[in-house]
């Protein structure tokens, strides 16, 4: 994949795969010819990633092995060099969201800028966020609708709720993992080791929020469209049979930069920020608005707010 | 020198058998066979090839784990008359049951590996070596039982049997406090499964005190009806001398633990139905649909007939001690039962989900087929180890010293 006009031959053959999908029927023709064996890695990188520590176990070294394992991975598995980094969570920071429902007006950027930036698989649309269309005077989730797709938003007598992960400050997916494959770090965002999951989905079945997705198939991300940026805690590219969820861009937080659901939010309703900070705009928003929590009664504490004004 | 002849004579006798025998265990292996063929199917194109989804990400596989988990659980109903009230009867066909118990759960941790996203990292389960989330995570404490329960189940009838191959006397100093930790833990297996689900406060369906009781209730109902019924082959095929006072025990075990068992069902939906809130959505949707669907609507009615009609049947006397009424009423049971804690169980959980979607699931080929080649495994367990298990007490198997080949 080298070669330039090898690499294009190789996109055009992958559009035409990717059309042609059957709902995760193997993989795309493209990723196939690309891939050697041992499930596209070389074999002593399969070897190495088979015995693979949890990450809270490995040493800085093995840590750094392991992002250079990840990184020849994508080259080999899609084509393209990615920078996959383990910056640690900075000090003093604990991350918290409130959305401002009454300026939402179910546009979807957020969703749509979420997918591109975490590298979520397209063929199997997989989506960290769901905006929920909602009628007004109506806050019960089951009356919601999920796939809205009038010809323009908002529709009259609606309003937009969306959903993520809320970043439970006592999050039962954690509990209930047998592994250790998910915990929430110093910066309070729960995270996945996608190598260590063992894709039981005990953790999805503990969520309230339907926060966690499972990748029942392989994820495809088409080579032009892969975002190189990524984290190991993060939107590296995951891969087949693990859980994954909202990470609040940890690739892009922890640099001090924003969520991508954030910047893509065309009407400044999602404020995003420290927890710690008295001068954030979040706490702004907590000491200031009529915020609430959904499913506060179940305990979970929820690092995500929503208000109106 | 005479463990490894035990093991092998055991082993020649789970071979040896008429043509009937042998033509059982090949269509046994058939289908296990066809089962793995369709796993290996899962295995390298993903969960993708089952039902399963994100909205319900649990499905035919778990279900059958959960009613699995009870059928083990059951041999406590044999092993406390055998041991504890020394019921003659009984004892002489406790190990048939304790191997059932070995078959089952087997069968259980075989669903629950077919479940997972990455089988190759079941080491990460490993204490030390991998990370063991125990004691705080459900599916550790779910995994230690089901473990410990199998090593106990195999660890008692191995000795009581190797002692009687022996021509010994078992000592019942040695193997009693053993059997006395077995009946906790028979007791503990389906507890910790029912905690598995009702710990999720996320999963109002699930998420309720009573679905422990349920579970104990709805095991000793379908435990004893498959016993009773695999007895009852036993006494046709393997001129095993069953006594009738058994399979009444069972019976009357079972008679209860039905009623039981649908007061349970019963409190459940008056708690749920009278003021209907917005938990009662998984138990709307299961017995009569929501939103307009209904795709599991139809089996509860039929388990609910099922459990009924078998109910009607043994709390009449005379029918219940009528064989045929009471074999018609096992099948009744069991197959009531394996909908209701089955699939019954584990999908409203997620319909709606806890976003308030609706959508459906329902398995396909790969999952029923492996289903039943995990099914026929733990039958032809079990199979094998009756076949072995009744030639040693009936004491055609025998230690022979220095000779070549056991009495026969």
Request: hydrophobic content about 45%; aromatic content about 14%; overall charge neutral.
């Amino acid at each position: 994949m080298s070669d330039k006009a090898d690499s294009k031959e190789e996109k055009n053959k992958f559009e035409m795969a990717r059309r042609s999908f059957l709902r995760g029927i193997g993989m795309s023709a493209a990723a196939t010819a690309a891939t050697p064996a041992w499930g596209g890695q070389t074999f002593s990188d399969a070897f190495a990633d088979f015995f693979q520590k949890h990450y809270q176990r490995m040493s800085a070294e093995e840590i750094e092995e392991a992002l250079e394992r990840i990184e020849r991975k994508a080259s080999l598995r899609y084509g393209v060099k990615i920078d996959c980094a383990n910056t640690p969570p900075q000090e003093g920071v604990v991350f918290g969201y409130a959305i401002n429902i009454s300026r939402c007006q179910g546009y979807r950027d957020c969703v749509d800028a979420c997918v591109k930036e975490n590298n979520l698989g397209r063929d199997s649309q997989v989506q960290y966020i769901r905006v929920l269309q909602m009628d007004r005077g109506d806050t019960n989730l089951e009356h919601s609708e999920h796939y809205y797709d009038p010809a323009e938003v908002p529709v009259e007598g609606k309003y937009y709720m969306p959903v993520q992960c809320m970043q439970c400050d006592d999050p039962p997916c954690v509990k209930a993992c047998p592994v250790e494959a998910t915990w929430m770090e110093p910066d309070g965002v729960v995270v996945v080791d996608y190598d260590w999951c063992i894709g039981c989905r005990y953790c999805m079945t503990a969520c309230p929020y339907w926060a966690r997705h499972f990748n029942w198939t392989e994820p495809e991300i088409p080579a032009e469209e892969m975002n190189p940026d990524t984290h190991f805690l993060g939107n590296r590219p995951r891969p087949r049979g693990v859980v994954e969820k909202c990470h609040f861009c940890l690739q892009r937080t922890r640099k001090g930069r924003l969520p991508a659901c954030q910047e893509a939010c065309p009407t400044g309703a999602r404020i995003f920020g420290n927890l710690l900070d008295p001068d954030s705009e979040i706490r702004y928003v907590l000491a200031n608005k009529q915020v609430f929590r959904l499913k506060e009664d179940l305990g979970t504490e929820p690092k995500f707010w929503y208000y109106s004004d | 020198m005479a463990v490894i002849r035990f093991i092998y004579d055991s082993g020649r006798e789970m071979l040896r058998g008429p043509r009937e025998y042998w033509l059982w265990l090949m269509i046994l292996s058939a289908v296990v066979a066809y089962g793995a063929f369709r796993y290996a199917e899962q295995l390298s194109t993903g969960l993708v090839v089952t039902g399963m989804s994100d909205q319900v990400s649990w499905g035919f596989y778990i279900a059958n784990f959960a009613f699995l988990v009870g059928i083990a659980a059951a041999a406590v109903l044999l092993v406390i008359p055998a041991y504890i009230f020394h019921r003659k009867d009984i004892k002489e066909v406790v190990l048939v049951g304790e191997g059932m118990a070995v078959a089952a759960v087997t069968m259980a941790i075989m669903f629950v590996v077919v479940d997972l996203g990455r089988p190759d990292r079941l080491w990460h389960m490993i204490p030390f070596i991998g990370r063991f989330n125990w004691p705080t995570s459900l599916l550790a404490w779910d995994v230690v039982v089901l473990s410990g329960y199998l090593v106990l189940n195999l660890a008692i009838p191995f000795y009581l049997l190797y002692t009687r191959y022996c021509g010994k006397e078992a000592s019942f100093r040695l193997y009693f406090p053993f059997v006395v930790l077995a009946m906790f833990w028979a007791i503990s297996i389906h507890t910790v499964t029912a905690f598995l689900f009702s710990a999720n406060p996320a999963r109002p369906f699930w998420h309720t005190a009573l679905l422990g009781p349920r579970f104990i209730a709805s095991a000793f109902a379908s435990g004893p009806a498959l016993i009773i019924l695999t007895l009852e082959i036993i006494r046709k095929v393997a001129s095993y001398n069953v006594r009738q006072s058994v399979i009444d025990t069972l019976a009357l075990i079972m008679a209860t633990a039905m009623q039981i068992n649908l007061f349970f069902v019963g409190a459940e939906l008056f708690t749920d139905f009278y003021n209907e809130g917005a938990h009662a959505a998984s138990i709307h949707y299961l017995f009569l649909g929501l939103d307009g669907f209904n795709s599991l609507q139809p089996w509860i009615w039929f388990a609910l007939t099922l459990n009924v009609t078998a109910v009607v049947i043994l709390m009449i006397n005379p029918l219940r001690a009528n064989p045929v009424y009471l074999n018609v009423a096992c099948v009744l049971a069991f197959i009531g039962i394996w909908i209701e804690k089955g699939m019954g169980l584990v999908i409203p959980g997620f319909v709606p989900t806890p976003l308030g979607e609706i959508f459906e699931y329902a398995p396909t080929g790969v999952e029923l087929s492996v289903a039943a080649g995990i099914w026929a495994f733990g039958v032809l367990m079990f199979t094998l180890l009756a076949k072995a298990v009744i030639a040693i007490e009936q004491g055609k198997l025998r230690y022979s010293g220095n000779s070549r080949s056991a009495l026969l």
